[in-house]
């Protein structure tokens, strides 16, 4: 009687292991999605973009692929070659209302789909309607775009739209720094967001945040730690209305890219990493962008930046078992 009571006692506490040793795992499946194999050419592409002067953050967008550049206020679409080779493309448009001096860093879609870009220099958030053509409302945030030496440069740097109608900014660095930010209820006019509720970044992001996405399938938060060269796979706080204590991110999953980047060759080497854009299409192929900072690669022997894109491992098909 004592061992069927002691085994009563101790199922339930084995059940609770098993349950979230199973649900970490399919937490951080998403970053264990992939392979840092520059060589394996059905894992990982690397391919030049044309005609962007350093370009930063991606998104997917009308089945197409968006970025920004930090130098010029314009909006490009990027096109793949007709002919597979020759490298990436662009469209470019510049928005009526953008002004000339920005620093264009960040990018994503609002549900009712205007899109919002960040300029890294000042803290504000530009609202595009009809995109990419127009700019119809600013948005202040407050985020400090100061650094510890040289010009203001280390503004916002990461933006994206996650669940009970909020908003994640990401701070680059000197010191970096992230919150959640209420969404207006009408995009197309001009606000102070409210609701700021600053975010307890773990020690493995290191010493800066250069992008950040949400992934819907699997409701995580991915940023890129530049500086460690990995894209780091969180959980999204609860909303908590009214309440706007600091909330910790837990990390579930990491993903190196390391290699990768190293393969384009660009000078600095282990020094001087250079993502700034990530996007995850429909397919689980993770894209990221890599800013030249007007540096030459050594693969490509020019100043292009770059386009990497990691394809999911295929999950291994079970037949099933014959009937005896």
């Known amino acids: 009687m004592r061992i069927l009571r002691l085994c009563a006692a101790l199922l339930p506490l084995a059940c609770g292991a098993a349950h979230a040793a199973a649900t970490a795992e399919t937490q951080a499946a998403l970053a264990t999605l992939w392979r840092d194999e520059p060589a394996v050419t059905d894992r990982v592409r690397i391919d030049p973009i044309q005609l962007v002067p350093e370009p930063s953050d991606l998104l997917l967008l009308d089945d197409g692929v968006w970025t920004v550049s930090d130098k010029v206020p314009m909006i490009f679409r990027l096109e793949p070659p007709a002919d597979g080779a020759g490298g990436w493309v662009a469209k470019r448009w510049t928005p009526a209302g953008m002004p000339e001096k920005t620093d264009l860093e960040a990018m994503t879609v609002l549900p009712t789909g205007e899109v919002l870009i960040a300029s890294e220099i000042n803290g504000v958030i530009f609202v595009l309607s009809q995109f990419p053509e127009r700019v119809c409302a600013a948005w202040i945030t407050g985020v400090d775009a100061r650094c510890f030496i040289g010009p203001d440069n280390c503004g916002i740097e990461a933006l994206a739209v996650v669940p009970g109608g909020r908003l994640f900014?990401?701070?680059?660095?000197?010191?970096?720094?992230?919150?959640?930010?209420?969404?207006?209820?009408?995009?197309?006019?001009?606000?102070?967001?409210?609701?700021?509720?600053?975010?307890?970044?773990?020690?493995?992001?290191?010493?800066?945040?250069?992008?950040?996405?949400?992934?819907?399938?699997?409701?995580?938060?991915?940023?890129?730690?530049?500086?460690?060269?990995?894209?780091?796979?969180?959980?999204?706080?609860?909303?908590?209305?009214?309440?706007?204590?600091?909330?910790?991110?837990?990390?579930?999953?990491?993903?190196?890219?390391?290699?990768?980047?190293?393969?384009?060759?660009?000078?600095?080497?282990?020094?001087?990493?250079?993502?700034?854009?990530?996007?995850?299409?429909?397919?689980?192929?993770?894209?990221?962008?890599?800013?030249?900072?007007r540096q030459e690669s050594s693969r490509f022997k020019d100043r292009r930046a770059a386009l990497i894109r990691f394809f999911p491992i295929p999950t291994p098909r079970v037949e099933p078992r014959a009937l005896r």
């Open 169 to 293: 900014v990401a701070k680059e660095r000197e010191t970096r720094g992230a919150w959640l930010f209420d969404l207006p209820d009408k995009p197309c006019a001009a606000h102070t967001l409210t609701g700021r509720t600053y975010l307890k970044l773990p020690d493995e992001i290191g010493a800066d945040i250069s992008a950040a996405t949400f992934d819907a399938p699997s409701g995580h938060l991915l940023l890129v730690a530049r500086s460690r060269q990995k894209v780091l796979e969180f959980e999204v706080p609860p909303p908590t209305p009214g309440d706007t204590s600091p909330r910790p991110l837990h990390l579930v999953g990491e993903f190196s890219f390391a290699l990768t980047e190293r393969a384009l060759g660009y000078p600095g080497g282990l020094f001087y990493n250079q993502v700034e854009g990530i996007a995850v299409d429909p397919n689980r192929v993770l894209l990221l962008m890599v800013d030249n900072n």
